[in-house]
């Protein structure tokens, strides 16, 4: 049992040999700053928020750089407000509203010579939300966005709120129910919105993110999510000749595979040594569901037919398969004798 502190021994203090303990370095202060007033800063984080207004930001440095939201690269003439002094440079933005929430940073580099070739370059971010009490999505052009859901391929569903506190689910529109949001197949970000780590062909159809904060209620643009089969690479064509040596007048064939996901669409297009002679291609393409390794797989392949082998029916068979993620190429050679 745990003794009371009266029971407890008490232990001689030893003496310990004083051990120098490497003094830790500070991290370095940032250079990005928010001006409060004449004379009056805060630092800031990795997000702030902040109401509709005129926010100025101060970045530390005597060439300084900024990257603002692209909306208000676009739409920001006369808004957004830049000046550089000569070790320091101010971002003023007026008039700001929900839109234009988003990431903002400065680069700065230490000069060491007049030049400012020299130098180390260092970087300040921020996340702001300019919170809109009407607003609490950042607003849209579109009230429909089409996005492709392609297997194997992560998709971001944009829906950016305006205010961090804001609770935000995933619904679908038709039949209209809730989305489960795991955080594994589905995963939400305050700073991007909703990211469908393994699509599927379920989820195709209209989605629309809806967010709540102090009993109002708002809904996003809706997305309209196509699923598209999308293979995880190029083909590999792999290509075999019925044989390799052919006697004048015999009929011999070319077979051109590529293995890859079921539900794939595979072109395949031939370059054979008759086309110069005019001769037509005769070519019949298949794709079956064969299991390899324990996995389902597609194997889909074109055949090409030589009729009476002529002497200019020697040389290089090339077979061009393509689909979605690129082309690949396989060849063989055919003798006539």
């Excluded at 120098?20 to 250079?31: K, M, N, Q, R």
């Excluded at 590529?258 to 008759?274: C, H, K, T």
């Amino acid at each position: 049992r745990r003794k009371p502190k009266s029971e407890r021994r008490q232990q001689p203090l030893q003496k310990k040999t004083p051990v120098e303990a490497a003094a830790p370095s500070a991290p370095a202060p940032s250079i990005l700053t928010r001006v409060l007033g004449r004379g009056h800063f805060q630092k800031v984080g990795d997000s702030l928020s902040l109401r509709a207004g005129e926010p100025e930001l101060r970045c530390r440095g005597k060439v300084v750089r900024w990257r603002v939201p692209v909306y208000l690269e676009e739409e920001g003439e006369g808004r957004l407000r830049i000046k550089h002094f000569s070790q320091h440079s101010r971002l003023q933005l007026v008039n700001s509203t929900g839109a234009d929430t988003g990431e903002y940073s400065c680069w700065a580099r230490d000069c060491q010579d007049a030049a400012c070739t020299e130098g180390e370059d260092r970087q300040g971010k921020t996340f702001i939300f300019v919170t809109d009490p009407e607003e609490l999505f950042v607003p849209t052009d579109n009230y429909y966005e089409v996005i492709q859901l392609r297997s194997h391929q992560p998709v971001l569903l944009p829906c950016q709120v305006t205010n961090p506190l804001a609770q935000v689910t995933l619904h679908r529109e038709f039949p209209p129910e809730e989305v489960p949001v795991d955080g594994t197949d589905i995963s939400f970000d305050v700073k991007k919105g909703f990211t469908i780590h393994r699509p599927r062909a379920s989820l195709a159809g209209s989605l629309f993110c809806l967010a709540s904060l102090r009993g109002m209620r708002q809904i996003s643009t809706k997305y309209m999510l196509i699923y598209i089969n999308y293979p995880s690479s190029s083909p590999k064509p792999t290509i075999q000749a019925s044989t390799t040596s052919v006697l004048l007048g015999e009929n011999f064939s070319v077979a051109c595979t590529v293995l890859s996901e079921p539900e794939i669409a595979v072109d395949f297009r031939w370059e054979y040594p008759g086309q110069k002679m005019g001769r037509p291609p005769y070519v019949s393409e298949w794709a079956d569901v064969v299991h390899k390794e324990g996995q389902a797989q597609q194997e889909a392949g074109s055949t090409l037919y030589v009729e009476e082998a002529r002497a200019g029916d020697a040389g290089v068979y090339t077979c061009r398969a393509t689909n979605l993620q690129g082309t690949g190429m396989a060849t063989t050679r055919v003798h006539v004798t």
